[in-house]
């Protein structure tokens, strides 16, 4: 082998040096894009994860809220960016299963992301302002059906979980209620409690706290069973319509195209870190039920959402300005 083979040779065989010599993922802190104003049940459970994530990855796991459109600001945001798992999305209900219903994404919810672990899954309970003077929702349903459209409801944003579940219990209890978009969940609860607003379907993590202290007073759960968390309160199935469920849900996603090993080494530390004691009861001190799933098993359930609300939304002709 003369001089020039050998040269030629030795350049070829450095060539994948730089590589093997790059940092393995997370190659720096990691930002999980909270689609939700602080406070709210979306932005609870979202830095619940963060924090336990920060831990099993080592790096920093830094929630950031970007509130508005019901999370599609947020949602859209976090599907286009570059995908080297280092930003991420909290996934919901009403950003993947709902808003496309409502809104003109730029996302699709299948197309654009890659689903990554399911989170939680977390019931709404129905609270209302005392001055209602309603203690049960067999009050509240009937005195909304002699006064249609004068009571009013927060949610946290058009097309969010809280909009679109309050829609199916309107439905179901045959009511209407006039619609108060607000910038996440957080908001709505300090305008309920000043009075400002008359009621709202609401993820435990943001209802529960008042419901306990009895500064609002929770009416009826949207889970199949009732709440450990709040056993008194029936559910809806109870008593307006059996077999009824409306249950919040939060995930992580990825933008398409996030490599394989990097999106299983994330489902794998999701879902160990859902199931730790400490998770596991902080979750439930927010009554939130952790449920670990494949990248696949959380895909056949956002599509099946989409499926199941999107037919509500034609049903009722639901609109994205309320």
């Known amino acids: 082998m003369n001089r020039r083979t050998l040269l030629a040779a030795g350049g070829t065989l450095a060539l994948p040096l730089p590589a093997l010599a790059q940092p393995a993922w997370p190659r720096r802190p990691i930002v999980l894009v909270i689609p939700s104003a602080a406070g709210g049940a979306t932005?609870?459970?979202?830095r619940i994860i963060a924090q336990k994530l920060t831990e099993s990855l080592g790096v920093s796991v830094v929630a950031e809220n970007r509130p508005g459109a019901?999370?599609?600001?947020a949602t859209e945001y976090g599907a286009f960016v570059p995908p080297d798992g280092h930003i991420l999305t909290l996934g919901q209900l009403g950003t993947l299963a709902v808003n496309q219903?409502?809104?003109?994404?730029?996302?699709?919810?299948?197309r654009d992301f890659v689903p990554v672990a399911l989170v939680a899954q977390v019931p709404s309970i129905l609270v209302v302002n005392p001055k209602m003077g309603t203690r049960t929702v067999q009050e509240f349903v009937a005195y909304?059906?002699?006064n249609p459209g004068k009571v009013n409801y927060g949610s946290a944003g058009a097309g969010s979980a809280t909009h679109i579940i309050m829609a199916a219990f309107q439905e179901a209890a045959g009511i209407e209620l006039t619609h108060v978009p607000y910038r996440g969940s957080g908001p709505v609860m300090t305008d309920l409690v000043a009075g400002n607003i008359d009621c709202a379907i609401t993820g435990t993590p943001a209802g529960a706290p008042f419901a306990r202290a009895g500064?609002?007073?929770?009416?009826?759960?949207?889970?199949?069973?009732?709440?450990?968390?709040?056993?008194?309160?029936?559910?809806?199935?109870?008593?307006?319509?059996?077999?009824?469920?409306?249950?919040?849900?939060?995930?992580i996603i990825a933008p398409a195209r996030t490599p394989p090993e990097i999106v299983t080494r994330l489902n794998q530390a999701v879902n160990e870190a859902v199931v730790t004691?400490?998770?596991?009861?902080?979750?439930?001190?927010?009554?939130?039920?952790?449920?670990?799933?494949?990248?696949?098993?959380f895909r056949a359930l956002i599509a099946a959402e989409i499926e199941r609300w999107g037919a509500l939304?034609?049903?009722?002709?639901?609109?994205?300005d309320g």
Do not use: C, Y
Request: hydrophobic residues 40%.
């Open 215 to 251: 500064t609002l007073w929770a009416l009826v759960a949207t889970s199949p069973q009732r709440l450990a968390l709040l056993p008194d309160v029936p559910t809806v199935a109870e008593t307006i319509q059996p077999g009824f469920e409306g249950m919040q849900w939060f995930g």
């Open 70 to 73: 019901g999370g599609s600001i």
């Open 277 to 297: 004691q400490e998770v596991r009861q902080r979750l439930a001190d927010e009554g939130a039920d952790p449920d670990p799933r494949t990248p696949e098993a």
């Open 144 to 146: 909304a059906k002699a």
């Open 43 to 46: 932005d609870t459970v979202g």
């Open 313 to 320: 939304v034609r049903r009722q002709n639901i609109r994205a």
């Open 101 to 110: 219903h409502l809104f003109r994404v730029r996302f699709d919810p299948l």
